[in-house]
């Protein structure tokens, strides 16, 4: 289900920063898990940070270690993945989404999920 709604992709320069957006209009997110995914062309849809229902953080992918970081406004109920010094090997469509349950780094696992926003990394 597409309850959710990301933004804030676009085009970057190497080295670059942006920040993405999560939002719903129909969840409460600060009762779910969130977890941010990504998908290059031609790969699988890989989990890469989620931020838990109580505030607790797990990074799934070791290459954005140090440069990304997820966090959550729950005025604004929505969840944030704040990417830094980003490089060629980050372009993907980036997704949202979300589930009951606590965070986990597989896709079958949500069952919210948003459109995606693309990020492409180029000079």
């Known amino acids: 289900q597409l309850q959710l709604v990301e933004s804030g992709g676009g085009l970057v320069q190497p080295g670059g920063s942006l920040r993405l957006s999560c939002v719903s209009s129909?969840?409460?997110?600060?009762?779910?898990?969130v977890t941010w995914f990504r998908q290059a062309p031609g790969k699988e849809r890989e989990g890469v940070f989620c931020i838990s229902s109580t505030g607790l953080r797990a990074n799934y992918m070791s290459s954005v270690k140090g440069r990304f970081t997820i966090s959550r406004d729950k005025t604004e109920n929505t969840v944030y993945l704040q990417m830094n010094s980003l490089g060629p090997e980050d372009t993907a469509v980036y997704y949202c989404?979300?589930?009951?349950?606590?965070?986990?780094?597989?896709?079958?696992?949500?069952?919210?999920w948003g459109q995606g926003t693309q990020v492409t990394v180029s000079s």
């Open positions: 989404a979300a589930t009951k349950w606590q965070c986990a780094m597989d896709a079958y696992e949500y069952d919210y």
């Open positions: 129909t969840l409460s997110l600060d009762s779910y898990a």
